[in-house]
């Protein structure tokens, strides 16, 4: 898969500055997350993402994790599906490299104020190092804007024929994965978790059984790109 690089993380930061106040937390609070399913990670809070490499299975269930982790505790402010709507950064764009992580996890950890309002509290004692990474790891698998403009014609054409239960279950899953080769991560990590990634996950799991998963994928995928 290609591997394209992100924003920089001085731009990064240049463009958090610039998208203005973010909302403040308020007294939300932060919702546990259950990451008993990951590898430990010990103690010590690394630099660098230790999911990202970790290997298909756990890479797989770190995303899932950390997308039910990110939506409880995250999008409020920076949105769903990692989609900014501009009053705070668009995480999205955030390198996947150590840099990043580094930043992020400091983020994470302390949190952030201004001028003595709690723009977004510390999550780091309250959620845990495991789940930050799992968070990480399901935001930079988000896939860039328009990403799947290019194909959203032919995946609306798939999903009614799972829709109808009348398809090649093997045809579709291995179009789908051909197409989702193709999607590109705003942060340049080499695997998006679109829309066409999860519907070919589901009919590689499930085979027909599949199919309307794999359809709900789709929609909510193509309804989420408009």
Known sequence: MKHRPGITLAAFIA????????????????????TEALPDVGEEWLTENPYRDAGEDVWRKAVEIGDSGYNQNCARCHGLGVV?????????????????????????????????????????????QKAAWAIRTYIETRPDDG???????RLKEIRDALASGEADAEALRAELAAIAAEVETASGAPVADSAAFRAAAFLERDGAAGFHAAAEALTIGLSAAH
């Open 147 to 153: 990403a799947l403009d290019a194909h959203a014609d």
């Open 15 to 34: 463009a958090l500055l610039a998208a203005g106040p973010a909302l403040p937390h308020g007294d939300v609070a932060p919702q546990p997350v259950n």
């Open 84 to 128: 900014s709507g501009g009053l705070a950064p668009d995480l999205r764009y955030l390198e996947a490299e150590e840099y990043g992580d580094e930043w992020y996890a400091e983020r994470f950890r302390e949190g952030y104020t201004q001028n003595g309002t709690t723009k977004m509290p510390a999550f780091g004692e309250l959620l845990g």
